[in-house]
């Protein structure tokens, strides 16, 4: 950040964050779904 005025840092940060909120919204809602399909495949496999 040497060299960066403050200025331009809190605006490197505003154009990133909502990159970085979309890597998490997809990280979760990926983690979610192997969740459910884990929960899923446990079910069958004991029920069968």
């Known amino acids: 950040m040497i ?6 840092s ?3 940060i505003i154009t990133e964050a ?3 909120e979309e890597i998490l919204y997809q990280r ?9 399909h884990d929960l899923l ?3 069958i496999a004991t029920t069968a």
Do not use: T, V
């Open 41 to 43: 495949h446990n079910d």
């Open 10 to 12: 809190l605006d490197e």
């Open 18 to 20: 909502p990159k970085i």
């Open 28 to 36: 979760n809602k990926q983690q979610h779904r192997n969740d459910n």
């Open 3 to 8: 060299g960066i005025s403050r200025c331009e």
